[in-house]
């Protein structure tokens, strides 16, 4: 199982980033989907899920509204378009397979005038 995050960087706040991640080694259209993040600091949370059916489900009620995940099954890959960023979501991101012991290396977000 690979997990390759990408997309991250440097960014203002209110601007935007799309994160993907590129996956292989297992059937991708067969699990949800899961994008994390962690601070530096903090535990590891997760930030939104997508299912298999494209439902959509999102863990942190601040990115409700900013934060887009979504899928493409015919590339095996998952993404995150993450709009009107804030100091506060400066963290790492990772992309995970839900039931998958799995983890990439993560992409680093970093919001900062």
């Known amino acids: 199982v690979q997990l390759v995050e990408s997309g991250g960087g440097l960014v203002q706040p209110g601007g935007s980033l799309t994160l993907s991640c590129a996956t292989s080694g297992f059937l991708f259209s067969g699990y949800e989907m899961r994008w994390y993040r962690q601070a530096p600091g903090k535990e590891r949370e997760s930030v939104a899920t997508?299912?298999?059916?494209?439902?959509?489900?999102f863990h942190l009620a601040g990115v409700k509204g900013r934060f887009t995940i979504s899928r493409d099954n015919d590339k095996n890959a998952l993404y995150l378009q993450m709009n009107n960023l804030t100091p506060e979501d400066t963290a790492v991101y990772y992309c995970?397979?839900?039931?998958?012991?799995?983890w990439g290396q993560g992409t680093q977000v970093t919001v900062s005038s």
């Open positions: 995970s397979a839900v039931g998958l012991p799995d």
């Open positions: 997508i299912r298999q059916t494209g439902h959509v489900s």
